[in-house]
C-alpha cells in the first residue's frame, strides 16, 4: 500500500537535492532518498533521510526498490553534470546527462506508476526554448535540439499520474561552485528546493518556470499557484 507520509527522492545528494531534504524532512516527511555510491549513505542519514543505493539505469532493481519504498510522491532530481558546469567536462556530461533524461526518466516514470504513486515533480530546465521574444512563458516551445529535455518532459506529463515539471533556471549558490547570479534566467538553489517541496502539495500537473525575473523568462505561474518566492533562502 502507498505510504501517503512518504517521499522518494531521486538524485537527494546533488545541489538541490540535499536542500530539498532539509526541508522535506523538516515538513515532516519520511524521505527516501536514492544514492548510486555506499559513500554518501552517510551524509543522506545526517539530513534526515533513509538512504538506498540504486542506479537509475538498473530498471529491475529500481522497480524493486520504488515497489518497496511505496511512495506516495516521487521527486525526479537527477542530473550528471560537472561541478560549476566545468567547460573542460561539459561536453561529455550533456551526452551523459540527456541519456540520464531520457533512459533513466523512463525506468523512473514507469517504476512510480507501477509502485502506485499520486505525484513525479521532475526537474528540467527553463533555458531550452527556442529563440523567440522574452520572457519565455510555460507555453514557448522548446528548441528542437533539447531532446533530452523534451523527452522528460513528455514522459512525465503523459504518464498515468500526477505528473509536475518544474523549469528550472541558472542556478547559483551552495554546492553549485557559482557565488553570484549568472545571466539567463538565474535561480538560487534553496529557491529552486522551496518549488520542489510546494509542488508536494500544491499545483495542477503541467509545466512551471522557477527562475527570477531578468527579463528571461516569467515565472508567474509559479507564483501564482505554488506561491513560489524567488528570494526564499534557508535559515
Do not use: C
Amino acid at each position: 500500500m502507498v505510504r501517503n507520509d512518504r517521499i522518494l527522492l531521486a538524485g537527494a545528494t546533488g545541489a538541490v537535492g540535499q536542500r530539498l531534504s532539509k526541508l522535506l524532512v523538516a515538513d515532516g516527511w519520511e524521505v527516501v532518498g536514492t544514492t548510486r555510491s555506499a559513500a554518501k549513505t552517510a551524509q543522506l542519514r545526517n539530513l534526515g533521510v533513509q538512504p538506498v543505493i540504486v542506479d537509475v539505469f538498473d530498471a529491475d532493481a529500481l522497480n524493486r526498490v520504488v515497489g518497496e519504498v511505496q511512495p506516495a510522491i516521487v521527486i525526479h532530481q537527477l542530473t550528471d553534470l560537472p561541478y560549476a558546469l566545468d567547460p573542460a567536462q561539459l561536453p561529455e556530461a550533456l551526452v551523459r546527462n540527456a541519456r540520464l533524461r531520457d533512459i533513466g526518466t523512463r525506468n523512473l516514470v514507469a517504476a512510480a506508476v507501477r509502485a502506485g504513486t499520486r505525484r513525479l515533480i521532475a526537474q528540467s530546465i527553463a533555458f531550452a526554448y527556442a529563440p523567440g521574444p522574452l520572457p519565455y512563458s510555460e507555453e514557448a516551445p522548446l528548441n528542437p535540439a533539447s531532446r533530452g529535455v523534451i523527452s522528460l518532459e513528455t514522459q512525465v506529463l503523459a504518464a498515468p499520474l500526477e505528473g509536475i515539471v518544474l523549469r528550472y533556471g541558472r542556478f547559483y549558490g551552495p554546492g553549485t561552485g557559482v557565488d553570484s547570479p549568472p545571466a539567463g534566467g538565474p535561480l538560487h538553489v534553496d529557491a529552486a528546493a522551496d518549488a520542489a517541496r510546494r509542488a508536494v502539495t500544491k499545483g495542477v500537473p503541467g509545466l512551471y518556470n522557477i527562475a527570477e525575473d531578468d527579463g528571461t523568462v516569467s515565472s508567474q505561474k509559479a507564483k501564482t499557484v505554488l506561491g513560489w518566492n524567488p528570494g526564499f533562502r534557508l535559515p
